[in-house]
C-alpha cells in the first residue's frame, strides 16, 4: 500500500464525493498501481471550496456524509488506484483523455483538469480517521501506521 497527501477539500471528495481524479503536474505513482490511503493534509486547499463540482458533490451527499469532517492530519480513506493518463490538447483543439478509451472533447471525469496527470481512482472505502504526518508524492506507511490502516478497513 501506497499513501498520498491530498489537501482539503480533496481529500473529503476522493472518499465521500465521488472525485475519481486526483489532478497532479507530474507523475507521482510511477508505474505502481493498487491500493493508495487518502491522507488529508493540514494545509487547506481553499479554492477548491468554490469549485463547483466539490459544491455539487457536497450538495447531493446525503446529511450523514455531508456531516462527515474535513479532518486534516489524518488517513480518511483508501482507494485503488487504477490508472495515470494525460490529456492530450492537440486532437482538433478539444482536450481528451485516455482512460481505456479516448473521450473525444470531453476530459475523462468532471474532476480532471487539462495540462495535469489524471490518477484514476476507484472504489473509495472511508475510515476512522488515523492520525499521520503527510509527505510529498507517494509515500509508504511504516509498518506500525499500515497496520493502523488494515485494521480500519
Same mark, same amino acid.
Given at each position: 500500500m501506497r499513501v498520498i497527501t491530498v489537501r482539503q477539500p480533496w481529500a473529503w471528495a476522493i472518499v465521500h464525493g465521488g472525485k475519481d481524479v486526483e489532478n497532479r503536474t507530474r507523475n507521482i505513482m510511477g508505474s505502481y498501481?493498487?491500493?493508495v490511503a487518502i491522507h488529508a493534509g493540514v494545509a487547506l486547499a481553499m479554492e477548491?471550496?468554490?469549485d463547483?463540482?466539490?459544491q455539487a458533490a457536497r450538495n447531493?451527499?446525503?446529511p450523514v456524509v455531508?456531516? *462527515?469532517?474535513?479532518?486534516r492530519g489524518s488517513i480518511v480513506g *483508501?482507494?485503488?488506484? *487504477?490508472? *495515470?493518463?494525460?490529456p492530450d490538447a492537440f486532437h482538433g483543439g478539444h482536450p481528451f483523455c485516455?482512460?481505456?478509451g479516448w473521450v473525444t472533447g470531453n476530459m475523462c471525469s468532471p474532476w480532471a483538469m487539462d495540462g495535469h496527470r489524471h490518477l484514476e481512482l476507484a472504489n473509495p472505502r472511508a475510515i476512522d480517521p488515523i492520525p499521520a504526518k503527510g509527505k510529498l508524492g507517494l509515500w509508504r506507511p511504516d509498518?506500525?501506521?499500515l497496520a493502523q490502516i488494515e485494521a480500519a478497513l
Open positions: 498501481r493498487g491500493p477548491g471550496f468554490k463547483p463540482t466539490y447531493a451527499a446525503g455531508r456531516q *462527515v469532517g474535513l479532518n *483508501v482507494v485503488d488506484l *487504477v490508472d *495515470v493518463h494525460v485516455w482512460p481505456g509498518a506500525e501506521l
